[in-house]
């Protein structure tokens, strides 16, 4: 059954949902925490198979506000006209859009701050701002301000984090991260999280560039492009001899595919740099080497990581998963060259370790991800080192 609102005036009967009461609370001035906090309260109160008046609940509410102390949101709560105001951004352009929580928060998760504490962070540098009676701030003092929140309540890796990612977006250099890995190690995934958390809208995967190039190639002309990865070995030319094995050829095959799709991957990423525009980029194709060469033919932020699964169960069961979630991608065929694949990241992982790119070991999505987070953070700390001053001046 569950809980139900009665509305006598309106003849209405709608289900009691904790997120509405507590989006109201929020409104009145309670942070998250001690909004959803209390919506619990509420809502253990009325137990179950209840039904409930729209003036008991309030009613209920206010003796639950009362009871905490809560003076100022009380009285917000029971006079919704007075519901605090919305507070206005001000852009460096001297563009004015409504103060974001989870705008703030994507900017904090830079931080490797965990997604629910970058949350409770931003929901409480809101209701200072409401407290402090601000309707109006500047992108910069809105920076400043959350700065010193974190100085106070966060630990000082945090706050120095956030500072260098103030400073470099205020660089105007694009970001340009380069995830390489084997087949089915989770490059994607990590990458449209990363994008997703930093607001970088492109990222383009080399296998589609693969394709492009395929159907403007034809076979003929670089029978390598046209095979998988792991099998690009078989085309080739010394293929022929009896005496070639698959021990001696392997990594040529991979590389002389990887370095016929190299072109493309220069030709996007150097649109990305000339149009100044952040991108992330992720591929089989992405190997230490290009990753290495491509940093230094750039003025951007290049940041190179290799994905990787160290464990010849996990990444099976990968491959065996990929098949189930993407239709056109047949597990069969990674699993009948498993081998190929183990072989394939065995040299990746060997060439980044001997060009020290960072790996990341992809045993929890979660903290994958962190690690991308807390790299990208400390590359960016080398190249930035303003002080408090300096940035928010």
């Known amino acids: 059954m569950g809980i139900y609102v009665i509305d006598p005036n309106e003849n209405t009967r709608v289900p009691f949902l904790r997120g509405i009461l ?125 700065y010193r929140h974190l100085c106070e309540h966060a630990p000082p890796e945090i706050a120095q984090r956030y500072l260098v990612w103030v400073e470099f977006s205020r660089s105007g250099k694009p970001l340009i991260l380069l995830i390489g890995g084997a087949p089915g190690v ?3 995934t990590i990458g449209s999280e990363i994008a997703h958390r930093l607001n970088i809208v492109r990222t383009q995967s080399t296998d589609m560039l693969r394709e492009v190039m395929r159907l403007m190639v034809p076979k003929r002309l670089l029978p390598a492009l ?63 080497m290009l990753q290495k060469r491509l940093a230094r033919k750039t003025d951007a932020i290049v940041i190179p990581l290799i994905v990787g699964v160290l464990k010849r169960k996990q990444l099976r069961k990968q491959l065996q998963g990929r098949g189930q979630q993407v239709t056109s991608r047949r597990s069969e065929r990674y699993l009948e060259s498993f081998d190929a694949i183990w072989e394939l990241q065995s040299y990746l992982l060997t060439e980044a370790d001997r060009h020290q790119i960072t790996i990341v070991p992809n045993v929890d999505e979660l903290e994958s991800i962190r ?18 001053e300096e940035v928010f001046a």
Request: glycine letters at 6%.
């Open 22 to 146: 507590t989006r109201s609370l929020r409104s009145a001035g309670l942070s998250f925490n001690e909004a959803y906090r209390l919506a619990n309260k509420v809502r253990d109160k009325l137990g179950s198979n209840a039904k409930i008046s729209t003036d008991d609940l309030t009613e209920l509410v206010i003796k639950y506000l009362d009871k905490g102390g809560y003076t100022e949101a009380l009285e917000r709560y029971q006079r919704p006209s007075q519901a605090i105001v919305p507070i206005n951004v001000i852009d460096r352009q001297g563009q004015a859009s409504p103060f974001s929580k989870g705008h703030l928060s994507q900017s904090l998760e830079i931080c490797a701050f965990p997604k629910d504490e970058c949350y409770s962070i931003t929901a409480d540098i809101e209701q200072q701002l409401v407290i402090s009676g601000i309707t109006e701030i500047t992108s910069s003092d809105l920076a400043r301000f959350t």
């Open 186 to 188: 989770g490059k994607s």
């Open 226 to 288: 046209h095979v998988s990865s792991f099998s690009a070995w078989k085309t080739l030319p010394s293929r022929n001899a009896r005496s070639v094995s698959f021990d001696t050829h392997f990594v040529d095959g991979y590389l002389t595919q990887a370095r016929e799709v190299s072109v493309g991957i220069e030709g996007v990423l150097k649109r990305a740099e000339r149009e100044q525009v952040s991108i992330i980029m992720e591929g089989v194709h992405i190997y230490p």
């Open 371 to 388: 690690l991308v987070m807390e790299t990208i953070s400390e590359h960016l700390a080398t190249v930035y080192e303003g002080t408090p």
